[in-house]
């Protein structure tokens, strides 16, 4: 099956730094929060330009953890009802949820006031929303969570996501832009004062084993063989975002006729190119179609938020059309050519025949 989860080309590819790494984790007894997770946080910070970074154990927990350590609880947070769910979760569980439609990019349409206390905008499949418009329809002291667990490498303007915003927060997994043999997170933020209290929250609400509870907390952890991981696919992520970029410009030219619509960035973005995004009518056939022929396209997303984490009665036509029409291929940074030919090709047979049985 052609999939875009290539863990073991990935393993391939840094198998000799992975084992060294291995062996002085194991050896050294350090397992947790130690020399890697330095390493991992030090690249990201020179990636994003951030002051600070901290791993943690999934971007789910980054999105806790940054929840609890500016404290919000009880308002209300501006965000889109579109992505996957752990995007909103968290920040469903303590405060209400004012969910606004996505733009024809998939990212939450700006161009409107937010009076809310906080913004969350998702920063999906890659690609940015509008910061600057943002930014000037928000009030001033409006605190924003950037969720760019899909957007590592992308920018805004020229500036990197994860760069924008009180704190931002990646996601590590199979299937991310650096993919981890499973799960992992961080958190990338600039202001000093914040510094002991994410120590606190993501240490069950202690600031050590001795000192007093002050807070809320959570387990946030991060472990050291899956920060080696990530530390070592950062050295990478260049080189692995230009051939995903290669990839969808492929797809995108062989495409051009069908019909169907490509998910693109807006112009302010570079978009890491971190799925390769379709809408159609037709979708579910050719999920069934592409995955006949050894292919695993997925549909990504299925779910409007606001069925389920909002009693709001807004009409929500981009989110209720990408529910409904989106399907992503495989657009991995370790496939081959064949491979990509195999299923560019059998895309472009499915339209084939869905033409010659109406004619």
């Known amino acids: ?35 890697y997770c330095r390493l991992a ?9 951030r002051k600070h ?17 500016w404290n919000i609880q009880g308002y209300e947070i501006a965000s889109s009802p579109y992505s996957y769910v752990a995007s ?17 990019h998939g990212v939450l349409d700006v161009n409107r006031k937010f009076d809310e206390q906080v913004i969350l905008p ?43 915003g009180d704190v931002a927060v990646f996601s590590f997994a199979v299937n991310k832009p650096v993919p981890t043999c499973g799960f992992h997170g961080a958190i990338v933020w600039d202001n000093d004062n914040m510094n002991d209290k994410i120590q606190t929250v993501a240490n069950n609400g202690k600031r050590s084993r001795n000192y007093p509870i002050e807070s809320y907390g959570v387990n946030g952890e991060p472990f050291e063989i899956q920060a080696s991981q990530i530390y070592y696919g950062l050295l990478n992520y260049k080189k692995w975002q230009d051939r995903r970029k290669q990839i969808a410009k492929y797809y995108s030219d ?35 179609f592409l995955r006949e022929n050894n292919i695993q396209s997925e549909l990504r997303y299925t779910d409007n938020f606001s069925d389920f ?5 807004k009409f929500f036509p981009n989110t209720d059309k990408f529910c409904s029409q989106c399907i992503t291929i495989p657009n991995s940074q370790w496939l081959t050519d064949a491979e990509i ?15 010659a049985t109406t004619h």
């Open 41 to 49: 946080e030090q690249e990201l910070k020179k990636i994003t330009g």
């Open 341 to 355: 030919e195999h299923t560019a090709s059998h895309v472009k047979k499915f339209y084939e025949s869905k033409s």
């Open 122 to 164: 998702i920063s999906l499949y890659g690609n940015t929303c509008d910061y600057d418009t943002m930014f000037a329809n928000t009030p001033y002291d409006c605190t924003v969570i950037v969720d760019s667990a899909q957007s590592l490498g992308s920018t805004y303007k020229g500036q990197p996501d994860g760069s924008i």
């Open 309 to 313: 984490f909002s009693n709001q009665k």
């Open 88 to 104: 909103t979760n968290q920040a469903a569980m303590f405060n209400t949820m004012k969910y606004y439609d996505i733009n024809a």
């Open 1 to 35: 099956m052609i999939s875009n989860i290539n863990l073991d080309r990935c393993y391939r590819e840094l198998e000799q730094q992975l084992l060294s790494a291995y062996q002085e984790i194991q050896l050294s007894g350090q397992v947790r929060n130690g020399k």
């Open 53 to 69: 970074a901290r791993m943690c154990p999934s971007g789910t927990q980054g999105l806790l953890i940054s929840i609890l350590a």
């Open 254 to 288: 062989e495409f051009k006729n069908l019909p169907l619509d490509i998910v693109k960035p807006n112009d302010w973005c570079e978009s890491n190119h971190h799925k390769f995004v379709m809408l159609t009518k037709d979708r579910n056939e050719l999920d069934t």
